[in-house]
Nanobody, 124 residues
Framework: QVQLVESGGGLVQAGGSLRLSCAAS????????MGWFRQAPGKEREFVAG????????HYADFVKGRFTISRDNAKNMVSLQMNSLKPEDTAVYYC?????????????????WGQGTQVTVSS
C-alpha cells in the first residue's frame, strides 16, 4: 500500500508556471506507475500525465503536451508535474495516483491509490 500527499498548488496568472509534487510513503513506490489527474467543477476526473515505474516512459494528454512534464525520483519516493504556459482552462484540483500494475493507464478507475488533491487556479 502507498499513501500519497500532493503539494505545490496555488494561484497563478495565465502564462505562468507551477510545480506540483507528490510524496509517497511506503517502500514499494518504485513498483507503481504514477499518474496525474485533474478535476474541474462539474467535470469528470481526467488523465493529465503518467510515468512508468522506472521513469523511462511517459504519456501526456493532448491538451498538456509541450507544456507539462512529469518526472519521478524513486530514491525520494516523489513524483512531480512541472506545469508551464498555464491557461485558465487548466484550473482544477490535481491528484496524483498510483497504479500497481506498473503500466500507464488513462482511466482513473485503473488506479489503486490517490492523494487528497491540490488546487490549481489560473487567472486570465
Amino acid at each position: 500500500q502507498v499513501q500519497l500527499v500532493e503539494s505545490g498548488g496555488g494561484l497563478v496568472q495565465a502564462g505562468g508556471s507551477l510545480r506540483l509534487s507528490c510524496a509517497a510513503s511506503g517502500r514499494t513506490f518504485s513498483s507503481y506507475a504514477m499518474g496525474w489527474f485533474r478535476q474541474a467543477p462539474g467535470k469528470e476526473r481526467e488523465f493529465v500525465a503518467g510515468i512508468t515505474r522506472t521513469g523511462l516512459t511517459t504519456h501526456y494528454a493532448d491538451f498538456v503536451k509541450g507544456r507539462f512534464t512529469i518526472s519521478r525520483d524513486n530514491a525520494k519516493n516523489m513524483v512531480s508535474l512541472q506545469m508551464n504556459s498555464l491557461k485558465p482552462e487548466d484550473t482544477a484540483v490535481y491528484y496524483c495516483a498510483a497504479e500497481d500494475g506498473g503500466v500507464i493507464r488513462l482511466s482513473a478507475n485503473a488506479y489503486d491509490f490517490w492523494g487528497q488533491g491540490t488546487q490549481v487556479t489560473v487567472s486570465s
